[in-house]
């Protein structure tokens, strides 16, 4: 029971952040409410229990057949690098001069966004997108001009990685308010499912407990 549980708000989390669930009070504003906000406005309400029962599992997975997903299935790992890739990150940008940047997605080791830019002559700089050390650099130490470091922050990813980042602080003061033991495996899935519904993002698979306790910690 516990487990089928947890994979299933797992999953829900992840489909709410990716849908962009409508609150109750958000939805019933709307003139017409289609069967798919409707499913969506149901599991919120249950997901936001503080207990969830055999009863309520079973209505979760009726509407989420409503939405036609199948709880019983994670999702893949290109689907992950599918939503990292929809929010920019990975993508190589040509600065001119010879200068690249790409913006990555937090990871193991680091707990921000964070750019890494590059030159033709073997230059290399890396640093978080709020302007902290990332892989032990920033652009500035690492001699990145200038006016090369203006076009890397004006970048539309580079952007979106800084509203990311606001938001996995947001996910960091929620998890802390819940007093989790991040070194358990029950206390992890619950602040995944929080991290997730936060920031809309997910870092690594659902499965890798592991992964995300290290990563949750550094956070």
Known sequence: MMKRVRKLVIVLLVVLSIGGALSPTRS?????????????????????????????????ETELAKLGIDAASYFTLEDYE??????????????GGGWRAR??????????????????????????????KSHKKTMSSSGIPNSVQKKVKGLKDYKKGQEDAKKI???????????????KTTDII??????????????????????????????
């Open 28 to 60: 019933y504003a709307t003139v017409t409410i289609t069967d798919e906000q409707l499913a969506l406005i149901n599991i919120s309400s249950i997901v936001n229990q503080e207990d969830i029962s055999e009863e309520d599992v079973a209505v979760l």
């Open 169 to 183: 602080q947001k996910a960091k003061s929620q998890i802390k308010s819940k007093n989790l033991n991040l070194k």
């Open 103 to 132: 913006v990555d997605k937090p990871h193991t080791g680091e707990r921000l966004p964070h750019v890494h830019v590059e030159n033709n002559k073997g230059v290399k700089g890396a640093e978080s997108v709020l302007g902290t």
């Open 190 to 219: 619950i602040a995944i499912g929080i991290f997730v519904a936060v920031v809309g993002l997910v870092i690594f698979a659902t499965s890798s407990i592991a992964a995300w306790g290290a990563f949750l910690l550094l956070i």
């Open 82 to 95: 599918s939503m990292a890739l929809a929010r920019g990150y990975g993508q190589t940008h040509n600065l």
